[in-house]
């Protein structure tokens, strides 16, 4: 490597043990919950060959595989206690191999981190009776013959993910049943597996034992470890660095992998993986302090979103290898990208954390801006040029799906045009930025305007596209992405007395001081203006129909609303409707009701109603141009899950084939309309 980049800490080359990893970048182990019945087949295997060929150095795979039969899969884990997962691990590897990124696997026993109602129906165990809250389950205490036997399927686990040729494991010590024996709040045994540091270490030493009996001293193991709960009463910083000391003096160990605080909880797990709002690399100087006292390779990621602070961590001697789990999930070609001098041209990670909240939730992991991701049996990373004639292409709304229709239909090479209503891109997340915490979100904006400035896409602002503005550009193709308008909830009365969620978003209305805010939706856009009406100062009760508030978001993200609400003293109210809301001299009065019991009501007085639900599709340029269009707007929903030209013939003489894409059909979410803009263009 010469030039610059032959400086760049980076792109140094790492020797771990006989392993030589060609760059300082890895993505840690996760869970992206594309597993088929326990094994990582094509779909799994193609998502992380995608980062592979990015020019990673290592990924490390399942977020845990879990090692006994009574750790039933709590996220879509991998069963590497079956036979049947070595070849599908085997090919896996071969796939990552090609591009010269080493494979590793993360193995566990979840411990109290699941649950029993599940699989096999067996109970949950844990070092002792503490339930796990995120989980629930009550753990039965392990007893003699539980441990014999899990120290035993660690070693056949081990056997197994060396015989597929990995090249090498990590066990799972941080929230799980490894590191319950260590902390103080989850073992409470009266036997030989507590008390001492050396009594908690002793089901550690007995698995690593039995793994290098099975595999060999040359195998590399290393260890994902808590090395501060950073919680009253739990492992302290003291004890959690000098368990890293001890392991790694032991010989047998071959790196430190290192986590702070606990993940039992959704706020406690958003302290170990922080989301959007959050600092940056916040545990980065801790893992630094364990590579000083330990003096042995240390791995670590937490936030560490872009290239500049991951070279720092390199740079600065804190890591050894740096974790970008989350950035790859957003942009797989990192590395590439880097070695190239594009380093401007990476997806930003905006730790909007869609990824890990969809994962906990039981979807699988999609990032928020990247519709590939996951899906790269049939949606590409990298567009290719058409082989075909090259189109005009006219862009209407310059929103998420609009950006992303012009980006993809540009890199198809096709000549675009967007036409923008507004004075600035962005749509909706032009909103959702105005809360200060969700700032980073515009990422998902600004890389798609600098991109279109890239391939030469002219972005018209200010104009409001009616027929004939369309029809003069002489298109081949017109994509819809004009968006939606709030809508209200259905009301009995009183619709002309509520203000929307947009309303105070935008700053057009300012929040009053006794506040009801409806939340007839339950996503990020009814809570983000909760969020900015209770940093106000108003005293706001929060009303949902539903059974817990925000059921269209994940607890991740639930996280700093309910801080805030809390902090702020917010009243929520669930299982309620707002039925009418009428005014009573300076007052609005709110009407409750409920579901549940037929002529149930209730009154609030307040100075302010806002409400939340949804919007309507912005479609009138749609349906007037839809008469003049060879498809006469008709999509072939088939073709289009199947990659083929989704546009039936309906009238050969019309003008343009014409779609539209994200709100402008119906109202969902960011990577929805994304989704639209790659899926109904890469083809074109």
Request: glycine share 10%; with cysteine.
């Amino acid at each position: 490597m010469n030039g610059p980049l032959a400086n760049d800490p980076l792109l140094r080359p790492y020797q771990l043990k006989h392993l030589t990893l060609k760059n300082r970048v890895m993505s840690t182990s996760h869970e992206p919950a594309y597993s088929e019945d326990g094994m990582p087949k094509a779909r799994y295997r193609l998502y992380h060959a995608e980062k592979a060929k990015g020019g990673m150095a290592l990924t490390m795979t399942a977020g845990s595989a879990i090692v006994s039969r009574d750790s039933p899969a709590a996220f879509g884990n991998l069963h590497v206690y079956r036979d049947e997962i070595v070849p599908w691990l085997s090919e896996l590897a071969d796939s990552c191999h090609e591009h010269d990124c080493k494979v590793m696997i993360q193995i566990t026993h979840l411990g109290r981190r699941t649950g029993w109602n599940k699989a096999d129906w067996l109970p949950v165990l844990a070092p002792s009776p503490v339930r796990e809250p995120a989980h629930r389950a009550f753990p039965k205490t392990m007893e003699d013959w539980d441990i014999d036997r899990i120290v035993a399927d660690y070693a056949s686990a081990a056997q197994r993910c060396q015989a597929a040729g990995l090249d090498g494991i990590e066990f799972e010590s941080y929230g799980h049943l490894m590191d319950g024996f260590w902390s103080p709040l989850t073992n409470r045994r009266d036997d030989e597996f507590n008390g001492s540091l050396d009594n908690r270490l002793r089901f550690t030493f007995r698995v690593i034992d039995a793994v290098r009996a099975a595999v060999g001293p040359d195998f590399i193991v290393g260890i994902r470890m808590v090395a501060d709960e950073d919680v009253e009463k739990g492992l302290s910083r003291a004890e959690g660095i000098e368990i890293a000391r001890r392991l790694a003096s032991s010989g047998k160990f071959d790196f430190l992998n290192i986590i702070r605080g606990m993940i039992d909880t959704d706020a406690a797990l958003t302290g170990v993986i922080p989301i959007t709002g959050m600092p940056s690399a916040p545990h980065l100087d801790f893992a630094g302090e364990i590579r000083e006292a330990t003096k042995f390779p240390v791995f670590h990621a937490a936030r560490i979103s872009d290239v500049a602070t991951a070279r720092h961590a390199i740079a600065s001697g804190k890591l050894d290898m740096v974790g970008m789990t989350r950035p790859h999930i957003a942009d797989p070609h990192i590395v590439a990208k880097v070695m190239r001098g594009e380093e401007h041209l990476i997806r930003p990670c905006v730790g909007a954390t869609y990824c890990l909240d969809r994962i906990y939730e039981g979807g699988e992991a999609l990032c928020i801006h990247n519709a590939a991701t996951g899906r790269e049996d049939m949606m590409p990373h990298v567009i290719s040029r058409t082989h075909g004639p090259v189109k005009k292409v006219a862009v209407i709304g310059a929103g998420p799906a609009g950006l992303e229709a012009a980006r993809v239909a540009a890199e198809r090479g096709h000549s675009v045009v967007v036409l923008e209503a507004t004075g600035q891109a962005g749509g909706q997340v032009q909103l959702a930025v105005r809360n200060p915490r969700r700032k980073e979100l515009i990422g998902i904006v600004d890389w798609r305007v600098s991109e279109l400035k890239r391939l030469g896409v002219e972005i018209r602002y200010d104009v409001w596209a009616e027929q004939d503005d369309v029809t003069a550009l002489g298109p081949d193709v017109v994509i819809i992405a004009t968006g939606g308008m709030p809508q209200n909830p259905p009301l009995d009365a009183g619709d002309e007395l509520v203000t929307s969620s947009w309303d105070i978003l935008s700053g057009a209305v300012k929040p009053g001081e006794h506040v009801l805010f409806y939340d007839d939706n339950g996503g990020h856009q009814g809570m983000s203006a909760a969020e900015v009406i209770a940093r106000s100062g108003a005293e706001l009760e929060l009303v949902s129909p539903e059974r817990f508030f925000a059921p269209e978001m994940g607890g991740m993200n639930h996280v700093p609303y309910m801080k805030t609400f809390h902090e702020k003293g917010t009243r929520i109210t669930i299982n309620t409707r707002v039925k009418s809301v009428r005014r009573d001299g300076n007052e609005l009065v709110a009407t409750l009701g409920s579901d549940f019991v037929k002529g149930w009501h209730d009154e609030r007085r307040v100075d302010q109603v806002v409400v939340e639900h949804g919007t309507v599709p912005l479609d009138e340029i749609y349906h007037a141009l839809k008469p003049l269009s060879r498809n006469l707007g008709a999509v072939d929903y088939e073709a289009l899950v199947h990659g083929a030209n989704p546009f039936p013939e309906r009238q050969p003489g019309g003008a343009f084939t014409l779609f539209r894409i994200g709100d402008a059909v119906a109202g969902r979410n960011i990577h929805a309309a994304i989704y639209d803009g790659l899926r109904f263009t890469m083809n074109l």
